[in-house]
């Protein structure tokens, strides 16, 4: 399975903000959640996706956009 097929739409959500740089701040405000919620999501992100961080995470899908 594709790893961005375990992602939930929600954690998709999220994936897509980040990657265009919005901080955890401003991906609450957007998504209308708190930002533990937030921070949560990118947790699991992170998790399925097996990186350790946001620059792992956006460089992961420039590599899978190749």
Do not use: C, F, W
Not at 20 to 40: A, C, F, P, V
Not at 44 to 61: C, G
């Amino acid at each position: 399975m594709p790893l961005l097929q375990t992602l939930s739409l929600r954690e998709l959500d999220v994936y897509a903000l980040l990657y265009k740089g919005l901080l955890d701040r401003d991906m609450s405000r957007q998504l209308n959640l708190s930002i533990e919620t937030i921070k949560k999501h990118n947790k699991n992100i992170y998790l399925k996706l097996h990186v350790r961080n946001r620059t792992e995470a956006v460089l992961l899908k420039n590599k899978l956009k190749k």
